[in-house]
């Protein structure tokens, strides 16, 4: 089975923190994806990696980054964390060239 | 841009049936999707479908395809409480198969 683990289900940070969300995958995946579900909005895409060192904005970029070192890892970073990043942070990955994206369980971020 | 919208809420009884439904703008997509989210809990893919397919079955799920409207629907036979979640549709685009997802359904089945 494909394996996308964060490796915090829930966080409390202060504002102006820096804060780094963790996700790893077990599958080899070369493509990797950050998002953030907010009621009413759905799910938007923040960055996404299709391979090592390497990422792309997605929709919802201002107030991120990103960094992919290795294959399995991928971490989203608030270099300043606001209250209106408060949010449930999902990750994702694939296999380049299918077409299923498996989830993580999700990072509940409450920023105060 | 990619856009996809389905309705925010929907009530059954247990035993009936459920459609949801979903509205999307890339007629150049792909795969679409229904994703399920139960509470506290990630997102698992329900059933896709081929952008050149109509329909597909899947026990109690049926995806309807209409890609002159492009329109999708997902149906659910005999809803259970267990069914009770938010479903998300989503259609692919672009290099590494991002997905534009809508905002979710919000499905409550009562007993």
């Known amino acids: 089975d494909v394996k996308v683990t964060q490796s915090s289900r829930y966080l409390v940070k202060r504002t102006g923190e820096k804060v780094f969300l963790e996700c790893v995958q077990d599958?080899?995946?070369?493509?990797m994806f950050w998002y953030r579900q907010d009621p009413g909005l759905g799910l938007r895409l923040i960055y996404f990696s299709y391979d090592v060192k390497m990422k792309e904005k997605g929709d919802i970029p201002e107030g991120y980054s990103v960094s992919r070192e290795k294959k399995e890892r991928f971490s989203l970073i608030l270099e300043s964390a606001s209250t209106n990043q408060t949010s449930m942070y999902l990750c994702a990955s694939n296999q380049q060239g299918a077409n299923i994206q498996y989830f993580g369980a999700g990072t509940r971020l409450s920023v105060l | 841009g990619e856009d996809v919208e389905q309705s925010l809420f929907l009530s059954v009884r247990e035993g009936d049936s459920s459609v949801i439904n979903c509205t999307y703008t890339?007629?150049?997509?792909?795969?679409l999707y229904w994703y399920k989210q139960e509470p506290g809990a990630g997102l698992q893919l329900l059933t896709y479908?081929?952008?050149n397919m109509d329909m597909k079955q899947d026990q109690r799920l049926t995806v309807l395809l209409n890609k002159k409207d492009k329109h999708l629907s997902l149906r659910i036979a005999d809803t259970q409480t267990g069914d009770s979640a938010i479903y998300f549709c989503?259609?692919?685009w672009g290099y590494g198969n991002k997905l534009v997802f809508g905002a979710g359904t919000i499905l409550r089945v009562k007993s």
């Open positions: 479908i081929f952008s």
């Open positions: 989503a259609e692919s």
């Open positions: 890339d007629s150049s997509s792909t795969y």
């Open positions: 599958m080899d995946h070369e493509n």
